[in-house]
């Protein structure tokens, strides 16, 4: 049976930027149930790279984010991933938006994020012409990505190295013996076993379902698995936004924000609503939605070129309550050798490297 140092669950952005990171000091093999690598959560967002604004302080999305912007800017420069630090203009609506603002800007101060600065109304209409807002803020290193290319420089990272990425192979089981994990997969509807040291479970929308298969593990720390669906509109034509337009953050998502891609194509999104399967389908009844979202901050919106574009879904551990990327390893759970990523959702994109470095030097413990 062959032996690896350790197996990666899921080649989405974290996964790959895990796998990517550990390939520099030992042998990994990086598995995706898919064809293709990204297929899902890490390719349907807003490619967007957060300040690391919005998040609670000391939590692992405020830390993470931080950290983790600065490693992916570093880390497209020296591997020519496309992006762009657009910035952003955060933009607040009346006496009690103000208050949230402010609040925010606080909360970035207290995450590390130094470089918010208050907009006058001469700066706001410069910035962000045709919005209307009394009060605005600008985020200057918020930036743009393109995601399949980070993914693609993830990969070249693990195959520069000697790591291993293997598609169309699906985790069916893991049994621990107290020192290794043997591990079933399905390779092109072939079972097949091997043998690793470390397990890190990062499979996103499927992270609990593999969890569940991992015999050694209680089930107590599988946390329950809610599908936050969130659809994107785009805008055809010309529109007048260089900037990232963002209103007041929403109890479930960051709200009906504006971004421009690295062509420069307007869209809108994503909404928030909670699902029972996975379920790509686009529904054009949003469309009333989000122009009534929209107009709230540009009233300019010609409403007839808001066209249906595409949809994604976040893994939220919970419905009603906000939530913080969940990194269990043995100290945790128990099982020596599994690490568990349950709930990663955005800012995973922007952190995923600095998510790398924490597990890495989880595994390094281990080892």
Excluded at 41 to 47: F, I, K, L, M
Excluded at 63 to 80: D, I, P
Excluded at 207 to 213: V, Y
Aim: hydrophobic share 35%; net charge neutral; with cysteine.
């Amino acid at each position: 049976m062959e032996h690896i140092e350790t197996l990666v669950i899921g080649a989405g952005v974290v996964g790959l930027a895990i796998a990517a990171t550990l390939s520099e000091h030992q042998d990994v093999i990086v598995i995706e149930q898919n064809t293709y690598f990204g297929e899902h959560t890490s390719s349907r967002n807003s490619e967007v790279v957060h300040a690391g604004i919005y998040y609670p302080s000391n939590s692992l999305k405020a830390r993470l984010c931080v950290e983790g912007k600065t490693l992916l800017y570093q880390h497209c420069q020296k591997y020519h991933v496309p992006f762009k630090k657009v910035g952003k203009v955060l933009v607040a609506h009346g006496e009690g938006e103000k208050t949230k603002l402010n609040t925010l800007v606080q909360q970035a101060k207290d995450n590390g994020v130094r470089d918010l600065t208050f907009l006058s109304q001469a700066e706001l209409a410069q910035k962000a012409p045709q919005i209307k807002a009394p009060m605005g803020v600008w985020s200057p290193s918020t930036g743009i990505i393109d995601s399949h290319q980070l993914m693609l420089s993830y990969l070249n990272k693990l195959s520069e190295h000697k790591g291993q990425y293997v598609n169309n192979t699906r985790f069916v089981s893991a049994q621990f013996d107290g020192h290794y994990f043997v591990v079933t997969l399905n390779c092109d509807g072939e079972l097949f076993n091997l043998k690793c040291t470390t397990l890190i479970n990062a499979a996103g929308l499927f992270a609990q379902s593999c969890a569940k298969q991992i015999d050694a593990l209680n089930a107590r720390f599988i946390p329950e698995l809610h599908y936050c669906k969130g659809q994107y509109f785009s805008y055809q034509g010309s529109h007048p936004f260089k900037h990232l337009i963002y209103p007041m953050p929403e109890q479930h998502g960051l709200g009906v924000h504006a971004t421009i891609d690295l062509a420069g194509q307007l869209k809108f999104g994503p909404d928030t609503s909670f699902i029972d399967e996975l379920d790509y389908t686009p529904n054009e009844q949003a469309k009333a939605r989000f122009v009534s979202e929209i107009n709230k901050y540009w009233p300019s919106l010609d409403s007839s070129r808001l066209q249906l574009s595409y949809c994604g879904i976040r893994p939220k551990l919970y419905k009603d309550a906000a939530q913080d990327f969940v990194i269990q390893d043995h100290s945790v759970h128990g099982v020596k050798g599994l690490i568990n990523l349950f709930g990663v959702e955005s800012p995973g994109l922007t952190a995923s490297l600095a998510i790398a470095q924490y597990v890495s030097k989880k595994v390094s413990y281990l080892q």
